[in-house]
């Protein structure tokens, strides 16, 4: 995943990354700026692993439960860490509004990132978007291919470069590749 960031090569520039693999003691060592912990209830990651789940796959269900407590634990662990860093926590509860979520991040992100400077629209933002997607790209085909199915379209985002532009394209692994 850091690997992903460096290749970018956008000094000076801060960059978001965001997923589960992220605990606030490793990023000490590659963030120097800020960090943002979602954190979420039993019930909600119940429903998400479950919802993951493809058809036949029995034996991955009755592990659900274990994977559940493991992921409170993990979720407890994250909260104290980052609490003890001083970085933001933003609950997400079961039947969440994500306008709420949203607007706590936004504010977590805007306050973090407000001294530096933005990737210049045009060219720059657009290879930019175009590193980002090929990203997404790669971490989709890992998981198609380890649970051995084809997920639905992903939307990708617009690489014309224009500031503010939030457009999106929706495409499967197979489409996203012939238009590569
Ligand atoms: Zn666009």
Request: glycine share 6%; charged share 25%; aromatic share 4%.
């Amino acid at each position: 995943m850091m690997g992903d960031v460096r290749a970018a090569q956008v000094p000076g520039v801060p960059t978001l990354v965001e997923g589960p693999q992220l605990r606030p003691g490793a990023e000490a060592t590659w963030s120097p700026i800020d960090s943002i912990w979602l954190i979420t209830t039993a019930e909600r990651t119940r429903t998400a692993r479950l919802k993951r789940l493809v058809a036949g796959e029995d034996a991955a269900r009755l592990r659900v439960e274990a994977l559940v407590e493991r992921d409170q634990l993990i979720g407890a662990r994250l909260r104290a860490a980052a609490l003890d860093a001083g970085s933001a926590v933003v609950e997400v509860p079961t039947d969440v509004d994500w306008d709420c979520v949203l607007a706590a991040v936004r504010e977590a992100v805007n306050t973090a990132t407000a001294s530096f400077g933005r990737l210049r629209p045009g060219r720059e933002l657009s290879s930019r978007r175009r590193h980002e997607n090929a990203v997404v790209y790669r971490q989709i085909v890992a998981h198609e291919r380890h649970i051995g199915a084809t997920l639905p379209a992903f939307p990708y985002a617009c690489v014309c470069g224009r500031s503010g532009c939030t457009d999106t394209t929706p495409a499967t692994s197979a489409e996203f590749e012939a238009c590569a």
